[in-house]
């Protein structure tokens, strides 16, 4: 707000260094989203299992060190959003990791089946883990299931309050901000990985048309 009641000239510096760290800082994220999605990857494709099954035994470590410490429904709240994200992040790096796989593989199917056994293992174990996680958490501080319909209902006043016409920003960044969710590296990732893919296909489907034309 104070950049506002500023001249442009004097504003336009502000501006720009913010731009700059928000530009180095959206890259930075997204080449450690990069890494993570290239380790996941190697670990699914391997031949050898031993680094997926490291990959999945930290949700254990995860585990341990959250049972048996005390919670109240605000940290239970931050927990579950956070859990909320991972998971998230983890569906896109799995999504990620597919699409490189597919494109390598010529998009054969068989390699698609081949892939997905492997996907939902890594997501259930995720899921599991949280799952027992939260048993841990509200069994032994004496917190009712119920509080989750609570920060349901949270998000979604959260969201809902957005759609006022009078709201300072938009609704994915109000619950964005509520879960700790950075949108922009992912969408960074994403544009990264699937541009090429998506102009293999474009390719792919211009040779094949070529084909038709000349059997004809």
């Given amino acids: 707000t104070e950049i506002y009641t500023l001249s442009l000239h004097d504003a336009l510096p502000i501006l720009t260094t913010h731009l700059l760290l928000a ?11 990069l890494f993570q999605g290239t380790t996941l990857n190697v670990a699914i494709n391997s031949s050898n299992r031993a680094l997926l099954t490291v990959m999945m035994s930290n949700n254990f470590v995860e585990l341990k ?26 569906c896109v790096l799995l999504f990620i990791v597919c699409v490189q796989t597919m494109r390598e593989y010529q998009w054969e199917e068989s390699r698609f089946w081949i ?21 841990f958490i509200t069994r032994f501080n004496e917190i009712t299931p119920e ?43 994403l544009f990264k990985v699937l541009r090429p893919s998506l102009k293999y296909l474009d390719r792919s489907e ?11």
């Avoid at 959206?26 to 989203?33: D, E, I, Y």
């Avoid at 060190?65 to 983890?90: A, I, M, P, T, Y």
């Avoid at 957005?162 to 920003?169: D, G, H, I, P, V």
């Fill in 65 to 90: 060190g959250s049972v048996f410490k005390k919670f109240d429904k605000l940290n239970l709240f931050q927990v579950s959003c956070s859990d909320v994200r991972e998971r998230f992040h983890l």
């Fill in 23 to 33: 530009i180095f800082s959206v890259a930075g994220h997204a080449v450690v989203l």
């Fill in 115 to 135: 892939l997905l056994p492997d996907c939902v293992m890594v997501l259930l174990v995720e899921v599991g883990v949280d799952w027992v996680k939260h048993a």
């Fill in 206 to 216: 211009e040779r094949r048309v070529g084909k038709e034309c000349r059997s004809r």
């Fill in 147 to 189: 509080v989750y319909r609570e920060y349901t209902l949270s998000l979604a006043y959260d969201l809902a309050q957005t759609k006022n016409r009078r709201a300072f920003s938009d609704s994915s960044d109000m619950v964005g901000r509520r879960l700790g969710f950075v949108p922009l590296p992912l969408a960074v990732l």
